[in-house]
């Protein structure tokens, strides 16, 4: 197609103004909202006073609204009268991340959030804007496509294919494609300011995009990263229409680009190129793959907390709310917000300065604590909700043991058995068999336990850290007792609060126990006072001349055991038994039993070469060997955040410095081999970052195999 000054076919120029936002990057956040908050000023003026300046989009991130707003509040009709108008061009996004390090879930929220926030001021910008991240996964379509969006655009992960195409996602949803190959989002960001140059430079722009498009449509994208407006913009646009009288030149919004290309094709987009799934070439733009580990405590947290809203604190939260408890999802939400404000690429990636990702801690902080109360608040709802045995359950009340003859005896409440149940949860679709860590409260602390399934089987257990208590014992006078019984009327023993009172008296002896709360929980005041009427009515308290007392406070200990096929989104309940006898099941501490170096099972031994530092993995069924496993290979790098680049003279380091040490560990739950060795790797760069340092020091090195 000829794009010269001359006569040509008819063109239409779509010069859409915007910024790319960074919120956080090589400055922090707080930093870069001085600057934003007067380039919206900026933008805001520019759109209410100057006539020729119609339009301009805030990068498709929602957050840019937020951000302003906390520090011109009262510029928020503006903002919204200038969006219903659709002058100013918001969402669809909350933020931009990056696809490959946030979850598919993550995304979509993201995308409801952004859209929810934009629909404050007015209609959003329904189309997938995601000029800048490093990749794009294969799932996006199907996304877009899930909230309405039929059309997206983006910079990177294609080559040399055209600006017009079908992107399809593997359940086959499809949207139009718009690729950025001619200059990326900012394809006319700077232009010379002398009319004639801005002619000139305009028509090569305009040139090179129609290279590689099909309609005669041409975007140019005047804006960059932190980009501010160009007010003369409007007076250069004038000039380009008087020299280029063919040429239909706007200044437009990024949907009227799009609508414009829609109708070139005649609704038919068929004929375009297709590409299929995940895009992930560097051939025009630079993908940046380093970033996938730049930081990895980044990665890790945000990986934690993405697994605790979406597996366990929301569908517990939702169980529990169905079972009478409160709505939580405003604070799932609060979550959510601050979790995504650690999504945007550059955060997210690691790749901004130190300062930014040490910002990033306390918001994923909060994300645990909100996640994590809760989990909590909705696991003890659905055990609540659960159908024990009243005494496994711990219900409250008076209850009464039966009476020997010549004797009287009474308790607050059932006594703590030392049998206890324990309700697993499974928040994933399938069923599941693994390993579970409990916290088990207990009178006392037995010598082992057995872990009983609903069926009956004995699971395996072993005790991480036996339950302590404290367990005191005295000998009183008749005046004395009576003492501790009047002040266990007000609920407290020595200052603690009475969980549970059992006395016995036969004639002038008496035996009182008494266990003290752990929680905060207040006494049952009323139990207390109406166990000790109905004993005084029955054995006169005067008589009793000597007492046995005793106080008791729940052991915590920590068990571990195996959890055998806990249904998908759904609960098993297992019982915590004192062991008739030691026994395979019972639950006892972690031995090392056997000085072999392999742990095995029925299918897989596995085995250390300690010359190496490698695993030796046997497949029992096969006879099949695989040795060298699990290496570790130090190298060095001379690169930067976002690249990986080996020094040209680097030397890598494979093996121990010395012989590795094995221990094995052996338990009725698990079996684990730990191996120990250090690598003498150089101390850093040399100083002309061609090769690495001659000075060595020692890399600890522990791998545990389970």
Known sequence: MNTGSSAISPVTVFVVSHTHWDREWYETFQQFRLKLVDLVDQVLNLLENEPGYEFFMLDGQAIVLEDYLAIRPEREADLRRLVQAGRLLVGPWYVLPDEFLVSPEAIIRNLQRGLRVSRRFGEPMMIGYIPDPFGHIGQMPQILHGFG????????????????????APDGSIVLLVYLRAGGYGNFAWFPKRPDLFVADLADRVREYLTGAATPEALLLNGVDHLFPQPELPQLLAAAREALPAWTI?????????????ASLAADDRALPLVVGELRSPQRFHLLP???????????????????????AEPLSAWGHLLGG????????????????????DSICGCSIDQVHEEMRPRFAEVMQIGEALMGEGLNRLAAAVNLPPEERGSEGVGEQPVPSGHFAAQVEPWPREERAVVVFNPTPAGHTGRVEVEVRL???????EVVAEEGSRMPAEWLVRPETFQGERAVDGDEFRRLLASARVGHFNFRRIRNLRLRIDGEAAELDILLRDDERAP???????????IEAEAPLDAVTEARVRTHSMATGRLAFVARAVPGHGYQTFRLLPARERRRGGAEGRVSDSPSNVIENEVFRVGADRA??????EDKRTGRVL??????????????????????????ILAPAQVATVQVERSTVEQALTMRYSLAVPAGLAPDRQARSEAITPLAVIVTAR
């Open 627 to 652: 040795r060298g496993l699990n290496q570790l290979v130090d190298g060095g790098d001379a690169g930067d955040q976002y690249s990986y680049s080996p020094p040209a003279g680097d030397r890598q």
């Open 250 to 262: 706007r200044h437009a919004a990024l949907p009227d680009y799009i609508a414009a290309v829609r």
């Open 443 to 449: 009178p006392g602390p037995p010598q082992a336990v």
């Open 326 to 345: 409160p709505d939580r999802s405003a604070q799932l939400d609060e979550a959510w917000h601050l979790l995504l404000e650690n999504h945007p690429h």
């Open 149 to 168: 969006i039929s059309a997206a655009m983006l910079t990177r992960g294609l080559g040399d294919e055209p600006v017009e195409l079908r992107w399809q």
């Open 524 to 534: 049952d005041l009323t139990s207390i006072r109406a166990t000790l009427d109905r």
């Open 612 to 617: 190496t530092g490698t695993l030796v993995l």
């Open 290 to 312: 380093a970033v996938l580990s730049t930081r990895m405590w980044i990665k890790r947290a945000n990986d934690a907390a993405e697994t605790l809203l979406e597996r366990y």
